[in-house]
């Protein structure tokens, strides 16, 4: 290892005890050469001056609303490449580390210039065998990001390998990733910006990669379902149209048409099953998306 330092964002929305538990974890990693950086989205609470009394070690930065996970990784990341960072790591709050998680993470982004991201594999937290996101590919036609997931660890392949697309719950970033393409979009608000990201990141010419040999746990939508299980269903519709209008709207079209398909054979289950409330959340994000209506949602579902 070259010394360099990590700036860890841990971004925390009424989520004091997964934050707690995350920040614990990461606290007991072998390789000790980072920053803690939480930022609190906008809690009810005062759960940003709790952690950092509690951990004094960690640079706690309060903003007064919620600003998403675009929004409010961005602060943190602007905070952390003005103090000089080497290298930026995304962390969801819901999650716990393996000790050395990190030592593969920094041993793969120091070994080409061009690699400008790295994942670890993410496995469930209730199931800590299982595979929730590995890595994966960008499918424009249905305009997202597509990982492996839900497998035995004894079913995954163990190599590093490169690929298009990694989930934003953890990333290690090289900071001159941001300088060449920005920052995280923030009309996406929540969900599908780390497509985007992945996907402008590839067209910048870096490389992303996964390292098994890094593992974390995650609680999967802990946050958002806690909340209102229709809000992921509602910003990954919209957000998905958005992705492909904003980076190869030639795809529109087949985009629109397949997602379209798509929701509407659900409909029918959802219809059936006393779902159509589901209805409602499609609805509005298409419609929100015609009108570019992006960022956070005013609606009540």
């Known amino acids: 290892m070259d010394g360099s330092i990590i700036y860890t964002i841990i971004l925390n929305w009424n989520g004091y005890q997964d934050s707690k538990e995350c920040i614990q974890s990461l606290l007991q990693a072998t390789y000790k050469n980072f920053i803690i950086v939480l930022v609190d989205n906008g809690s009810n609470t005062n759960e940003a001056e709790l952690l950092e009394n509690e951990f004094p070690a960690i640079k706690a930065i309060r903003i007064e609303k919620n600003l998403g996970f675009s929004g409010g990784n961005n602060i943190?990341?602007?905070?952390?490449?003005?103090?000089?960072?080497?290298?930026?790591?995304?962390?969801?709050?819901?999650?716990?580390?393996?000790?050395?998680f990190l030592e593969p993470l920094v041993e793969k982004i120091l070994q080409d210039k061009h690699v400008g991201v790295v994942a670890p594999k993410i496995n469930y937290y209730s199931e800590p065998n299982l595979v929730w996101s590995a890595g994966g590919k960008i499918r424009k036609i249905r305009a997202s990001g597509f990982a492996d997931y839900d497998k035995i660890e004894s079913q995954l392949n163990t190599k590093d390998r490169e690929v298009g697309f990694v989930s934003g719950c953890c990333m290690l970033i090289r900071k001159e990733v941001f300088e060449k393409i920005g920052l995280f979009d923030e009309n996406y608000f929540l969900y599908v910006e780390d497509t985007d990201f992945c996907y402008r990141v590839k067209e910048a010419g870096y490389k992303i990669w996964v390292t098994?040999?890094?593992?974390i746990f995650h609680?999967?939508?802990s946050s958002t379902k806690n909340n209102n299980f229709l809000l992921p269903l509602y910003y990954t519709t919209r957000n998905r149209l958005y992705f492909v209008k904003k980076n190869f709207n030639q795809y529109l079209p087949f985009s629109f048409t397949y997602l379209t398909a798509a929701m509407l054979i659900k409909s029918v289950f959802w219809f059936i099953g006393g779902k159509a409330k589901n209805l409602k959340a499609v609805y509005k994000a298409y419609k929100d998306f015609q009108i570019d209506n992006m960022g956070m949602t005013k609606h009540k579902f």
């Not at 709050?93 to 050395?100: A, L, Q």
């Not at 098994?212 to 593992?215: E, L, V």
């Open 212 to 215: 098994p040999k890094s593992k």
């Open 219 to 221: 609680k999967v939508n």
């Open 76 to 100: 943190g990341i602007k905070y952390s490449l003005e103090q000089n960072a080497d290298y930026i790591l995304l962390l969801n709050n819901d999650t716990t580390v393996e000790r050395n």
